[in-house]
């Protein structure tokens, strides 16, 4: 009697092909990868009992479609729960806050809650003028820059960039603290 890789081997000559192109047929959209790995456990698993590995071709066909056909089955339930994971995480949010440095106004805080909060989130002259181009919609750095009479270099872009980052991370905790105020004086 022959050792199963001996006789995986010889099933793989007789009925890979068929079992691959009988697949690929059944499933056109599949991976032909997951479809080659899906015949070689059906062979596998034929190879593993020993007496069915001697049968007649039919009968071998048979099961080397239904064990592959079944692994492919498994494989894609696999892939679709793991979609559904990913669509639902990608669907909630992780935090209620984003970054400061990607923070838009928009999410932020509306613009009248700003307004009342200037003085406290716009200390100086320059980060005042900021704010103001900034809830006026300008968001690029460079044009905030220029306005500010700090030049078009690419220094003044950063500064002007690390200026809206600092006003982004100050009306985030302010908007936070409004949110811990309000919570506070819930019933």
């Known amino acids: 009697m022959t050792d199963a890789r001996t006789r995986a081997a010889d099933l793989y000559q007789r009925f890979a092909a068929w079992a691959d192109a009988a697949l690929r047929r059944r499933y056109p959209g599949a991976d032909p990868d997951r479809v080659a ?19 007649d071709d039919g009968e071998l066909k048979r ?9 492919l089955r498994v494989a894609f339930r696999s892939e679709r729960r793991l979609k559904v994971r990913e669509r639902k995480k990608a ?15 928009e999410e ?5 809650f700003v307004r ?11 980060e005042r003028a900021a704010l103001d ?5 300008e968001t690029a750095p460079a044009a905030i820059a220029a ?3 700090w030049g078009d270099s690419a220094a003044a872009a950063a500064q ?18 409004a949110n811990a105020d309000t919570e506070d004086r819930r019933p």
């Open 133 to 137: 181009r900034y809830l006026s919609g």
């Open 147 to 149: 306005a500010l009479g």
């Open 108 to 112: 932020a805080a509306d613009p009248a």
């Open 91 to 105: 669907e909630r949010t992780v935090t209620t806050v984003s970054p400061a440095d990607l923070l838009p106004l």
């Open 116 to 126: 009342e909060l200037r003085d406290e989130i716009a200390r100086t002259a320059d």
């Open 160 to 177: 002007a960039h690390r200026l809206l980052a600092r006003l982004r991370q100050r009306l985030c905790r302010a908007r936070a603290r």
């Open 63 to 71: 099961r080397i479609y239904r064990h592959a056909k079944d692994r």
């Open 37 to 55: 790995d899906a015949v070689v456990d059906g062979l596998l698993a034929l190879a593993a009992d020993d007496g069915l590995a001697d049968g």
